[in-house]
């Protein structure tokens, strides 16, 4: 079975501040990983998402993430966000060859002037 | 290119009452979910078609729930009578697995569904 862990439920940070969202997965196999935004009244849009390779993964909007095999956590950053960087922020997983993705309970990202 | 569409983006009902959410995916994609996202259980896969064929309906909550796919273009979510608890938004995803490219799901904007 798979499972993901968002650590923070709530991030709030300053506009230009970095911000960091944590996941954490388990899974005794290899997995696909994505993170998903859903901005206030709209649906899931892929981020980026982690197949094979670079353990660094670029994607949408400023966003990276990294993937830590030894420490099973895709972790997403942002060096400078901006206030339209306000949303939920979901992490997923899956298997490959599997059609099911798996979602974290999600962290919503508020940013303030 | 189209993304995932879904219809009503807004249904208020009274209890009882029969609602019918509807979704056109992506054109060429042969998998369809459906998900249900509310504040207290987040997502939820209630149903996955594959080839207009159900492969999993193991979340759908109750047999007042009915998905169908009658073709590649067209699938419909059902509720039969509706209740208030059955207020939430309802996802209509979409996708085309490729082997070694990972399931990479796309989502409609929702039907926020009230049922009062």
């Known amino acids: 079975a798979q499972s993901v862990t968002q650590l923070d439920s709530q991030v709030p940070v300053f506009e230009e501040a970095p911000v960091e969202l944590r996941c954490n997965y388990s899974s005794s196999v290899s997995v696909y990983l994505f993170w998903y935004v859903q901005y206030p009244n709209q649906g899931l849009q892929l981020l980026l998402k982690?197949?094979?390779?670079?353990?660094l993964v670029k994607g949408i909007n400023g966003f990276e993430a990294e993937f830590n095999k030894s420490q099973t956590s895709f972790h997403l950053r942002k060096p400078s966000v901006h206030i339209s960087d306000t949303a939920e922020y979901f992490c997923a997983v899956s298997f490959p060859n599997d059609y099911k993705l798996s979602f974290g309970a999600g962290t919503t990202v508020t940013v303030r002037a | 290119d189209a993304g995932v569409i879904q219809s009503p983006r807004h249904e208020v009902t009274e209890m009882g009452q029969e609602v019918t959410l509807r979704c056109k995916p992506i054109?060429?994609?042969?998998?369809l979910f459906w998900y249900r996202q509310t504040m207290m259980r987040g997502l939820e896969l209630l149903i996955y078609f594959n080839n207009n064929v159900p492969i999993d309906d193991s979340g759908m909550p109750e047999d007042r729930f009915s998905a169908k796919m009658p073709n590649a273009s067209f699938s419909t979510l059902k509720i039969q009578p509706s209740e208030p608890r059955d207020s939430a938004v309802y996802f209509c995803?979409?996708?085309?697995?490729?082997?070694?490219?990972?399931?990479?799901?796309?989502f409609g904007e929702g039907s926020w569904l009230t049922v009062v």
């Open positions: 054109s060429g994609h042969n998998s």
């Open positions: 995803a979409s996708s085309f697995p490729r082997r070694g490219h990972g399931n990479t799901i796309y």
């Open positions: 982690y197949l094979s390779g670079s353990t």
